[in-house]
């Protein structure tokens, strides 16, 4: 069993900043991306950002300059440092990552149950 537990979401002010992290859990052979994706009220869940094993990353361009994503392999734990937050930014973050589990030969997508960000103007 797997499991993914965000944390650190919450109310902030418009310029503002916040630190979402997720711990993966459970029988894990490999991790290979992990993701944060975002979805608002009445809108598409989007990708925000990714992370691969070797550290390259990937953001999605309405957060470029302004959130870092980072990883700590030994902790199993993805992070997402958000700077600058803007209303638009509210959303429920979730995180994602592509896990091989023991006794298995191939990656599957797992899913956090994600947690709220909202900015105030």
């Known amino acids: 069993q797997v499991q993914l537990v965000e944390s650190g979401g919450g109310l902030v002010q418009a310029g503002g900043s916040l630190r979402l992290s997720c711990a993966v859990s459970g029988s894990i052979f490999s991790i290979n991306n992990m993701d944060w994706y975002r979805q608002a009220p009445g809108k598409q869940r989007e990708l925000v950002a990714g992370i691969f094993g070797e550290g390259r990353t990937a953001y999605a361009d309405s957060v470029k300059g302004r959130f870092t994503i980072s990883r700590d392999n030994a902790k199993n734990t993805v992070y997402l440092q958000m700077n ?32 709220q960000v909202t900015v105030s103007s």
Do not use: N
């Open 84 to 115: 600058s937050l803007k209303p638009e930014d509210t959303a429920v973050y979730y995180c994602a990552a592509g896990i091989r589990r023991y006794g298995t030969s191939g990656y599957s997508d797992y899913w956090g149950q994600g947690t």
